[in-house]
């Protein structure tokens, strides 16, 4: 990911540490996009990472 997805730099999403953070860490403002591809892959690594059965 990077570029494509209105990302500044090369990144990547890890699912093995996933970590809650208070909303007010948050800003309004979108940092960047996945495409529906990319957000099915999200979904399916969050849901083995987190053991979720479909």
Do not use: W
């Not at 500044?8 to 591809?37: F, Q, R, Y």
Request: proline fraction near 4%; charged fraction near 20%; hydrophobic fraction near 45%.
């Amino acid at each position: 990911m990077g570029t494509d997805e209105g990302l500044p730099d090369a990144s990547v999403i890890t699912c093995d540490n996933i970590v809650t953070l208070p909303k007010t860490m948050l800003t309004e403002a979108a940092v960047g996009h996945l495409s529906l591809e990319k957000r099915a892959a999200l979904d399916h690594a969050l849901r083995y990472a987190l053991d979720i059965q479909y």
